[in-house]
T-cell receptor, first 116, second 116 residues
Framework: GAVVSQHPSWVICKSGTSVKIECRSLDFQATTMFWYRQFPKQSLMLMATSNEGSKATYEQGVEKDKFLINHASLTLSTLTVTSAHPEDSSFYIC????????????FGPGTRLTVL | AQSVTQLDSQVPVFEEAPVELRCNYSSSVSVYLFWYVQYPNQGLQLLLKYLSGSTLVKGINGFEAEFNKSQTSFHLRKPSVHISDTAEYFCAVTGGVGTSYGKLTFGQGTILTVHP
């Protein structure tokens, strides 16, 4: 149980285009989902926290107009990288928390974004 | 605010030798502590967690960790490592109810390399 999927697993796009990454909780409902970014050989940095039906809360320094997060249902959150540039190339990982007192996040497998 | 420091960026070890990966944290509230493992181009897998109770926590793949409140440490240990344990390991902390609830703060990661 507690499986989180991400789609796509990798994506290559041209500079200036937008890319959407999906995060789904497959066998539980996630009241909260988190989006992380990981640069090569670095740790995970939290980008934003999304709660179903409300606006995402972004961490300091993260451009909310560039990284659009939509948590439309209890099993799906999406991250859209708008007008992507090469510096947005990174590994994006989502996680989901079932709520109801859970103190653990369940992580997706990650999405490798390469912007040419 | 909370922070996590992993004291070793890289730990080389021979197969079947014991290993300890060190983690220290700081937090103004009671914490929950986690160790995750990440294989190349993959998401995070939970090894073990400390929420409350016994300070010695056993996890998957033969790993264990000890929560030491006085030293604010949560070191990860394994008595005999295998080649397959080669990966990057992350220590993470989240606070209890409050502004930091549910948000994980990660350490910088420790790359464990097991040599034959």
């Amino acid at each position: 149980g507690a499986v989180v999927s991400q789609h796509p697993s990798w994506v290559i796009c041209k500079s200036g285009t937008s890319v959407k990454i999906e995060c789904r909780s497959l066998d539980f409902q996630a009241t909260t989902m988190f989006w992380y970014r990981q640069f090569p050989k670095q740790s995970l940095m939290l980008m934003a926290t999304s709660n179903e039906g409300s606006k995402a809360t972004y961490e300091q320094g993260v451009e909310k107009d560039k990284f659009l997060i939509n948590h439309a249902s209890l099993t799906l959150s999406t991250l859209t990288v708008t007008s992507a540039h090469p510096e947005d190339s990174s590994f994006y990982i989502c996680s989901a928390n079932p709520g109801r007192g859970y103190n653990e996040q369940f992580f997706g497998p990650g999405t490798r974004l390469t912007v040419l | 605010a909370q922070s996590v420091t992993q004291l070793d960026s890289q730990v080389p070890v021979f197969e079947e030798a014991p290993v300890e990966l060190r983690c220290n944290y700081s937090s103004s509230v009671s914490v929950y502590l986690f160790w995750y493992v990440q294989y190349p181009n993959q998401g995070l897998q939970l090894l073990l967690k400390y929420l409350s109770g016994s300070t010695l926590v056993k996890g998957i793949n033969g790993f264990e960790a000890e929560f030491n409140k006085s030293q604010t440490s949560f070191h990860l240990r394994k008595p005999s490592v295998h080649i397959s344990d080669t990966a990057e390991y992350f220590c993470a902390v989240t606070g209890g109810v409050g502004t930091s609830y549910g948000k994980l703060t990660f350490g910088q990661g420790t790359i464990l390399t097991v040599h034959p």
